[in-house]
């Protein structure tokens, strides 16, 4: 069962037999484990906010197109610092101010010719889990 947060599809190396093998099945049992492939994926994440579905969706999507998935990401880790900035500014609790000033230096943009982890995803899926908490809470 592969969770986001653990071992990468790139550290798994199905056998190549076992592809050509599920290759050789009939497009009907190709289908069939498809299925049942997105719906245990749909139940694992059904809690993800829009947002957090659509950058995993982005992740998913662009994994190869380094160049693209880097704007998407930097993109949304310029929006999220730009959130945590307007919750600050609005609260009145300065221990919270504090956390968040904190939180916001560890935000930077990804670097061009660095690798993107599953890691640097985990991160921004779980800031914006904080935003929404720190908004159900204001």
């Known amino acids: 069962d592969l969770h986001l947060t653990e071992k990468s599809p790139n550290d798994i190396k ?5 592809v050509n093998e599920f290759m050789k099945e009939d497009k009907e049992v190709r ?8 719906e245990k994926f749909n139940e ?7 947002r ?18 880097r704007e998407f990401l930097n993109g949304q880790l310029f929006a999220i ?3 945590l900035q307007e919750i600050k500014n609005k609260t009145q609790d300065p ?3 504090i956390k968040l000033d904190e939180i916001s230096k560890f935000i930077k943009p990804l670097k061009e010719g660095h690798t993107i982890k599953e890691e640097v995803v985990t991160g921004i899926l779980q800031y914006c889990d904080l935003i929404d908490e720190l908004k159900r809470q204001a």
């Open 95 to 97: 221990i919270i101010k």
């Open 52 to 69: 957090q579905k659509s950058i995993l969706k982005e992740y998913i999507s662009n994994v190869s197109d380094t160049k693209n998935l």
């Open 31 to 38: 289908l069939l484990a498809y299925k049942i492939l997105v």
């Open 14 to 18: 199905a056998p190549q037999t076992l």
């Open 44 to 50: 694992k994440y059904k809690n993800f906010s829009e």
């Open 81 to 83: 610092k730009k959130e």
